[in-house]
Structure formats: structure tokens, C-alpha cells
T-cell receptor, first 108, second 115 residues
Framework: GQSLEQPSEVTAVEGAIVQINCTYQTSGFYGLSWYQQHDGGAPTFLSY????GLEETGRFSSFLSRSDSYGYLLLQELQMKDSASYFC?????????FGQGTELSVKP | DAGVIQSPRHEVTEMGQEVTLRCKPI?????LFWYRQTMMRGLELLIY????????DSGMPEDRFSAKMPNASFSTLKIQPSEPRDSAVYFC?????????????FGPGTRLTVT
């Protein structure tokens, strides 16, 4: 079967750094994606890791360790607008399987 | 450029009625995915198509659910008959098959309420 685990919620203050972890178990794994979803909105793509290591896109970075079946999303210089749910998703067999999501609350 | 288009945005119907949700993927995209999102079950993949052909429908909950993609620019998800437990937000997403499924573009969703 396939399973993903990520924390259900995280709270941080504006300007801080926060890391959202994701562990997974799946067969046919080909990569880890991260999506952001604001309340009432649609998921939007943030990043993808097909290989081990760190990918950086502006304030956001994502990391993957295939040997540990582990990845994380790092958000720096947090802003109020970063308050949202963040989903990790494993790619396997031509589709994505999404985790349950981490609700990030950014406080002033 | 227009993103993924879904209609209707909101649907309220009574138990037992037929519901049809519609999706227009991004032009040029050749993979299309239907998801359902609820608080309890999260974001679940129902079915996906590559080049208009259904590839994996293992997430379709019951025979009451069916999906079609008659051409590259249109797909439908039908529920017949609908039940209160089908109440959820249904998302359609599209991507380029050649790039893998990792970067998907989601439509705004259809919020379905079955009373």
C-alpha cells in the first residue's frame, strides 16, 4: 500500500523559518511534490524533488532523501499570506497520492 | 492563459438526483485527474485519463460514480444517484503526460452538497 505522514498543524511567527516534514511508504516511487492550498481555494504546485537533495525556489525549499523515504518543505521569511495547508504528494504509477496536509498558521 | 475550468462552482441537490460535474483542462495538457476533497478523507484521486483514455479508476468509490473524457478538452464526472455522503469539493486537474504527474494544475473545484 501507500501512505504518507505529515504533521497536522504547525504554528510560527512572521519572519521565522518553518519546516514541514513528510515521510512516505510507496511502491513505484518517482518523486515528491509539494502543494499549497489556501482556505476555499485549489491546490497549487510549489515544488518537486525527483532526485535526492535540496531544490530552492525563492523563499521555499524542498528536500528529498530517497533512502530515508523522507522529505521536507522549508519556508523562510514567513509572511501572513503563507498561512495555508501544505500537502506532500508522492508520484507513483503516473499519479499523485496526497498526504493529509499540514495546516500552517503564521502569527504576527 | 485560461487555467482549468470547472462547472458548476456550486451544486446543491437532493439525494437520489443525478449530478454531472464538468471540466475543461488546460489546452495542450494530455493528462486529466478527478479528485474529491473532504475533511475526513483529505484529497483523494478518483480517476485519471491519459490522452482521453481512463488509466486508473481504482479510486472511484462505487458504481454510482462514472467519468468520461470524450475529447481532449472536456471531461465529466457523474454521480447517479447522489447520496449525502457524496458531499465534498470535487477538483479536476490537468498536466503534461510527458512531464510526469508531479506538476498538476487544479481547477477551482465544484462544491457539491447533497441533502
Amino acid at each position: 500500500g501507500q501512505s504518507l505522514e505529515q504533521p497536522s498543524e504547525v504554528t510560527a511567527v512572521e519572519g521565522a523559518i518553518v519546516q514541514i516534514n513528510c515521510t512516505y511508504q510507496t511502491s513505484g516511487f518517482y518523486g515528491l511534490s509539494w502543494y499549497q492550498q489556501h482556505d476555499g481555494g485549489a491546490p497549487t504546485f510549489l515544488s518537486y524533488n525527483g532526485l535526492d537533495g535540496l531544490e530552492e525556489t525563492g523563499r521555499f525549499s524542498s528536500f528529498l532523501s530517497r533512502s530515508d523515504s523522507y522529505g521536507y518543505l522549508l519556508l523562510q521569511e514567513l509572511q501572513m499570506k503563507d498561512s495555508a495547508s501544505y500537502f506532500c504528494a508522492v508520484g507513483a504509477g503516473g499519479k499523485l497520492i496526497f498526504g493529509q496536509g499540514t495546516e500552517l498558521s503564521v502569527k504576527p | 492563459d485560461a487555467g482549468v475550468i470547472q462547472s458548476p462552482r456550486h451544486e446543491v441537490t437532493e439525494m437520489g438526483q443525478e449530478v454531472t460535474l464538468r471540466c475543461k483542462p488546460i489546452s495542450g495538457h494530455n493528462s486529466l485527474f478527478w479528485y474529491r476533497q473532504t475533511m475526513m478523507r483529505g484529497l483523494e484521486l478518483l480517476i485519471y485519463f491519459n490522452n482521453n483514455v481512463p488509466i486508473d479508476d481504482s479510486g472511484m468509490p462505487e458504481d454510482r460514480f462514472s467519468a468520461k473524457m470524450p475529447n481532449a478538452s472536456f471531461s465529466t464526472l457523474k454521480i447517479q444517484p447522489s447520496e449525502p455522503r457524496d458531499s465534498a469539493v470535487y477538483f479536476c486537474a490537468s498536466s503534461l503526460l510527458e512531464q510526469g504527474a508531479y506538476e498538476q494544475y487544479f481547477g477551482p473545484g465544484t462544491r457539491l452538497t447533497v441533502t
